[in-house]
């Protein structure tokens, strides 16, 4: 071999490899960076949207405070009166879609058949909800305003059913504790007759428990506004679970409070759900990757916020973003996990 070879190859072969060296270093460093970038605008991202919705339920659950603590310190109201403030609750927010009050049996002196009192008040202009009830227990009282299909509606929903049943969560479960809670999702029959959660607040009076204070969210209305504010805007995809793990908001779900964020499936096994779905439902941090998508491009789902909301519920976004400098198809997020402290309860005691 020429000599001029010799020393091309003893030079240039150290330059090639110090040379591709160097790119690959810098290559790591762009991608490591990209990597960092991506995950603080999505973190960020998620915490403003997480504040958001967080702010949105904990103002409801503002209104069934203040309304109890109202109903501790303020003498007895009239059946019109309490379906005032019943429409005034609903009215406050477009989110809720009902609220109702229930007292203890015998616990409201003017339940019951008789003459109705303040004949002139406007409250009387609702229109009162149409169909025929049973009243199984005459002795319970539970005034009821909610959103009907033409405005507002009011009714008795001690006329529908016996919320004493130890089926219905949204009573039992104060009335044990008497403590606030966010119930899971339930179909509501006989009252608003649609799926629902309901953030519930006992109310005291000498000491004892004297009935709840309900607000009611429908869970078709919470979908539309929080997909319509959050995914149409930026892309995120928002997913509001339960404290049991069903979903409430899930976008890609045509049933979501008929399914479970643990009837996910990892894999092609099948066998248990993925590790970053259990994390964010036990509001830990979690970043996990997925397994090849359908066009052969390896990609990392980010579950990019989880939450408590209003100290119940537990909410995260998962974004697919692609990298600053994208050359072989990967995508980034993150996960971050926060716990806001639970509600108060409201007790006079």
Not at 49 to 78: K, M
Not at 254 to 264: D, K, N, V
Not at 286 to 312: D, F, K, N, Q, V
Request: positive net charge.
């Amino acid at each position: 071999m020429p000599i001029r070879w010799k020393l091309i190859l003893a030079i240039g072969t150290p330059l090639v490899l110090l040379l591709a060296g160097l790119l690959a270093y810098d290559y790591a460093r762009l991608r490591a960076t990209a990597h960092q970038e991506s995950e603080r605008r999505v973190t960020e991202t998620a915490d403003r949207y997480a504040s958001s919705l967080d702010g949105d339920f904990r103002a409801i659950a503002q209104i069934a405070r203040s309304t109890a603590q109202f109903l501790e310190t303020a003498p007895v109201l009239s059946e019109p009166q309490l379906y005032d403030l019943l429409r005034r609750n609903v009215e406050s927010d477009t989110l809720i879609y009902g609220s109702c009050v229930a007292f203890e049996p015998r616990g409201f002196p003017q339940s019951g058949a008789g003459p109705r009192p303040w004949p002139d008040h406007p409250a009387w202009q609702i229109p009162e909800a149409p169909g025929d009830r049973p009243r199984p227990n005459p002795e319970l009282f539970c005034p009821y305003v909610y959103r009907g299909a033409q405005g507002l509606l009011r009714m008795d929903v001690a006329d529908a059913y016996d919320y004493l049943d130890r089926r219905w969560e949204w009573y039992r479960v104060p009335r044990q504790t008497g403590k606030p809670f966010w119930t899971e999702p339930f179909f509501d029959e006989g009252a608003g007759n649609v799926e629902m959660v309901t953030y519930v607040t006992p109310f005291f009076r000498e000491g004892k428990f004297a009935g709840t204070v309900d607000v009611d969210v429908r869970l078709e209305r919470l979908r539309l506004r929080t997909l319509g504010r959050f995914t149409k805007q930026s892309g995120i995809s928002v997913f509001v679970i339960s404290r049991e793990g069903k979903f409430i908001v899930a976008p890609t779900l045509t049933s979501p409070a008929r399914e479970t964020i643990f009837g996910l499936r990892s894999g092609s096994a099948g066998r248990r759900s993925p590790s970053w779905a259990v994390a964010c439902w036990r509001g830990r941090a979690a970043r996990p990757a997925s397994a090849s998508t359908p066009t052969g491009i390896r990609s990392w789902r980010s579950s990019a916020r989880s939450l408590r909301l209003a100290g119940r519920w537990r909410a995260w976004s998962r974004r697919r973003r692609p990298w600053p400098r994208c050359t072989l198809g990967w995508r980034g997020g993150c996960c971050r996990g926060w716990r806001p402290s639970p509600p108060s309860s409201s007790s006079s005691s």
